[in-house]
């Protein structure tokens, strides 16, 4: 659940999502679930030549199962709160394991 609440803070920047097949879209965050099914608004195409057909597109849904990869913009990261959620999320797992 870490990673979803991460995502849902970047909601309104940009981003760009590199799918399974090699495509990178790039373009507004408007939604994200817990799956990474991803809503972006106002797209382009990171290399336009080779994809002309997705030049018209402006908005799409892309679903969680066909994503590779998020670049995030830099700037959006907090990286100190991430690690910090990051530790507490392993100790949780780790207590949880410990209680079986």
Not at 25 to 44: A, H, M
Request: proline letters at 3%.
């Amino acid at each position: 659940m870490l990673f979803f609440s991460f995502f849902k803070t970047l909601i309104d920047h940009e981003v760009t999502v590199e799918l399974k097949n090699d495509i990178q879209i790039r373009g507004t965050l408007k939604s994200v679930d817990q799956y990474l099914n991803i809503k972006l608004e106002n797209i382009s195409v990171v290399q336009e030549i080779k994809y002309p057909h997705l030049s018209a597109v402006k908005n799409v849904f892309i679903r969680g199962s066909v994503v590779r990869y998020v670049h995030l913009p830099a700037a959006a990261v907090d990286v100190p709160l991430l690690e910090d959620a990051t530790r507490r999320e392993a100790a949780n797992e780790a207590r949880k394991r410990n209680e079986k």
